[in-house]
């Protein structure tokens, strides 16, 4: 059976646009991993995007190139899709109710996502990867 991840949105990003993490990551992409993703990170992923563009990082067009790609790429099977449901919400919040970790809610969800679905986070947050290690989940952060 193949091994399978979760990609956080700081990941899926930094394989379409250029950062420095992004030799490891495209890395990654080609080791045979079935990659996983939600909806959360979709939406994630365009916003990283959107916000790139209003800040001078990219034009508009290369954007919409990379958007175009990343829906091209969902499209054909390069993710599986893991759909938000109750339980992930639900294991979110009691995480975020321990009160002891700088835990923002799409962070929680990323963590439920992983925890619930069994599979190994791929974050290159390393605040992401720190709080997944206090709550048990498996997590491997790349770094540049």
Do not use: C
């Amino acid at each position: 059976m193949r091994e399978s991840a979760y990609l956080d949105s700081s990941v899926v990003v930094a394989y379409y646009v250029p950062e420095p993490s992004s030799e490891r990551v495209q890395a990654f992409y080609g080791s045979g991993v079935a990659l996983a993703i939600s909806e959360l990170v979709e939406l994630e992923v365009i916003a990283a995007l959107s916000l790139r563009v209003r800040i001078g990082d990219l034009d508009r067009s290369q954007a919409r190139q990379m958007v175009r790609l990343f829906s091209e790429h969902m499209d054909a099977g390069l993710y599986a899709r893991v759909h938000l449901e109750v339980t992930h919400y639900r294991w979110a919040r009691e995480a975020i109710s321990r009160l002891d970790l700088p835990l923002k809610s799409p962070d929680a969800l990323h963590l439920a996502v992983a925890q619930r679905e069994r599979l190994r986070l791929l974050t290159a947050d390393r605040q992401l990867a720190r709080n997944a290690e206090a709550l048990g989940v498996r997590v491997e952060l790349i770094e540049a």
